[in-house]
């Protein structure tokens, strides 16, 4: 997403005392540092001393830190148990994070994990175990405090990949509290006890052992082995060659009325097909979402609340959840599938991409993170689409007149 980087590069004075942390072996990083050292370079900034590479000997990624003379922190492969790993306390020390404190508050906490009895992550493990063994397999994840905001993501991503997609769990990104059903299991983080299935409190460094200790747990309950080898996902298309050319997969649909200039739909589903119009297109997705379990929105947009579309997308998230009365999760320039299950993937998806009023270059390349960032989503849409999903892509002309747009039409009846 170019947002965050433009904004980088129009403040000299905090691009100046920036470092760049690159961690884990993602095939867009090279990209990513390439943009980045392009915009030190035209404020005749050096950027040898500016990055730092965390990753595992031999991959791409720390053959390009060689090439480039970057430091490279060497560590091991990311795991679903990375949150005291080198991938999140290097660039945790280097913005000002107290690592040593933060060590010591979780080392403060293993002996309590080693008791058989009075053991929290024993119990949370087994009850997260138990529930998905009985059926309720969808974890809520809600009501997370002010002071931990990312908590939630965190723990629904550790939950993905140590259950290995045995455990579905989805983050409540806005709307009423999500009401009990059979399949879910709602865990409130830092409110509403005695209310939900669950309630998990506690300083951070305590809740990051104690939540690692209890994914391990509910990983065995429920037969998943966190650590054997999963398939790697297909690297993104490179912006300029044939493999992105093609914006999706999926036959175009052309809403009716004036959300017809604001925005462009596609989607291979019949029932999304059939819509007249886009009002009809958001109804359908509520509907659908309410059928299926839950609706993941899928927004390759700028995640600030003040100056991308972050409230924008988390206001939509909330009105549809009104509307179809089950969870809305939203995931930023990704998908998380049940990878390496054997169990039918879940869920509704509504891919959301847009225009950028200013795009960035990737130096070596042909074409711009905007076109990169296009052929991810065109890429997420074809695997959700053959995984026998619903998904409808939603493209903005504008972003902020088509979020408008979608929020008018969100609001429905709801």
């Known amino acids: 997403e170019p947002g965050p980087l433009l904004r980088l590069a129009d403040d000299a004075a905090r691009l100046a ?15 990513a540092a390439r ?22 000997p031999g991959t791409a990624a720390a053959k390009y830190a060689g090439e480039a003379g970057h430091p490279l922190v060497e560590a091991p492969a990311a795991a679903p148990f990375a949150a005291l790993s080198p991938q999140a306390l290097v660039p945790a020390g280097l913005a000002g994070a107290d ?14 994990l080693t008791r058989p009895e009075n053991n929290p992550g024993l119990v949370l493990g087994a009850i997260l175990g138990g529930a998905a063994r009985a059926g309720r397999d969808t974890v809520v994840l809600g009501g997370y405090a002010a002071a931990l905001p990312e908590l ?13 997609g045995r455990l579905l769990p989805l983050v409540q990104h806005g709307g009423l509290p999500v009401q009990p059903a059979d399949d879910l299991f709602l865990v409130t983080l830092d409110g509403r006890p005695r209310q939900d299935d669950a309630t998990v409190s506690g300083p951070l460094a305590e809740q990051l052992v104690v939540w690692e200790y209890a994914a391990a747990v509910a990983a065995y309950l429920v037969g998943a082995d966190p650590f054997a080898p999963v398939p790697h996902p ?17 036959d175009p649909v ?11 739909a596609s989607t291979a589903d019949p029932a999304f097909a059939a819509a007249a119009s886009l009002d009809d297109l958001v109804a359908e997705v509520a509907d659908r979402a309410a059928g299926e379990g839950h609706l993941t929105i899928v927004a390759f947009l ?3 609340p003040v100056h991308g579309e972050g409230a924008q997308v988390r206001r939509l998230a909330a009105l549809l959840a009104a509307r179809c009365a089950r969870p809305v999760t939203i995931a930023w320039g990704c998908r998380y599938p049940a990878f390496g299950n054997d169990r039918r993937e879940k869920g509704v998806y509504l891919v959301l991409t847009g225009d950028a009023a200013r795009d960035v270059p990737v130096p070596g390349r042909r074409g711009t993170l905007g076109a990169l960032a296009r052929a991810r989503a065109s890429g997420v849409a ?19 007149a088509g979020l408008a747009r979608l929020l008018d039409s969100a609001r429905g009846e709801a």
């Open 17 to 31: 005392r920036a470092v760049f942390v690159l961690t884990g072996d993602d095939p867009d990083h090279e990209a």
């Open 35 to 56: 943009v980045l050292a392009g915009l030190l370079r035209e404020r005749d900034l050096s950027p040898a001393d500016r990055f730092v590479t965390v990753a595992e």
């Open 99 to 112: 690592v040593a404190g933060l060590l010591d508050r979780a080392s403060a906490m293993l002996p309590a």
């Open 152 to 164: 939630a993501d965190w723990i629904a991503l550790l939950l993905t990949d140590a259950t290995r």
């Open 234 to 250: 297909a690297p993104s298309p490179v912006p300029g060659t044939g493999a992105d050319r093609s914006a999706s997969a999926a």
């Open 254 to 264: 052309s809403p009716s009325g004036p959300s017809a200039r604001e925005v462009a």
């Open 302 to 304: 700028d995640p600030d």
């Open 382 to 400: 074809r695997a959700a689409s053959a995984a026998g999903r619903p998904v409808l892509r939603l493209h903005l002309h504008d972003r902020r």
